[in-house]
């Protein structure tokens, strides 16, 4: 079964963070931003990494800036992409700083931190347990139904081998959708719960669980987050506010920890 984590914030330097522990032993530092730590004003207050919400983009820069420092990075080396809401994965091992469109990317690089961008959506972090390689994806449902979790397994030698960390998201009892959505999920069990009418409460943790195992991902090296975006305080959540900024799932090879311990931090 997987396990669930109560998130605990961890200050680095002078930013808030939420560490993903559970990477630590695969030599992977990973970790989530909350609301809290960055200079956006309301409504993106604070640390807003959103260049694409309509905030001041001095502010995203210096959000992603403070971001990129608690990595041990510089801003340049924080990577990200586009999102779609698709499938496409980007592997950024022969990444040389150009501009990059997709859900998800992969590296074995230890020079760089990858990172996706999310307000209710799934973010989600896949590390090899053999080799150097992981990766960060973005999946909402669309992404969900356009495969961008088998892609991403697709990157790895052996899916048995990956461990995978579901961020928070939003929850079913505060993610209601029609059937056009609902009816791609349906034939999986516990992902679609009675609402009103035709109308359903989604949980997008059962639809990723069940396509990481239909992938080989063992049930037991996938880890759920808690809390949920659902009211937006702790995390950006689209479905509790609009306009919204974006949080982050941030991950760089090389513990934090071990970081600390060699004094470059």
Known sequence: MPVTVNL?????GDLPLYDLA??????VDAVLTGRRGGVSAAPYATLNLGDHVGDDATSVDEN????????????????????????VVNDVDEWRGEPLVGDALVTTREDVALGVLVAD???MLFVETGSPRFAVAHA??????????PSTLAHFATARDVVVVLGPHISPASYQVGPEVADHFEAIAGACHEDVGDRRRLDLS?????????????AEHVTLCSPSTD??????????QRPCGRFGLVARRRS???????GTK
Do not use: K
């Open 140 to 149: 909402g449902w669309r992404g969900l139904v356009a495969g961008v979790i």
């Open 22 to 27: 559970t990477a630590h032993a695969f030599g």
């Open 256 to 262: 934090y920890d071990s970081r600390v311990q060699e």
């Open 206 to 218: 059962a639809i990723a669980l069940h396509q990481l195992i239909q992938g080989g991902v063992l």
């Open 8 to 12: 605990t914030e961890r200050v680095r």
């Open 121 to 123: 959506c799934v973010p």
């Open 64 to 87: 992603r800036r403070r971001v990129a420092t608690a990595m041990n990075v510089e801003s340049a080396q924080l990577v990200t992409a586009s999102q779609v809401h698709g499938a």
């Open 231 to 240: 009211d937006g305080a702790t995390f950006f959540s689209d479905r509790a």
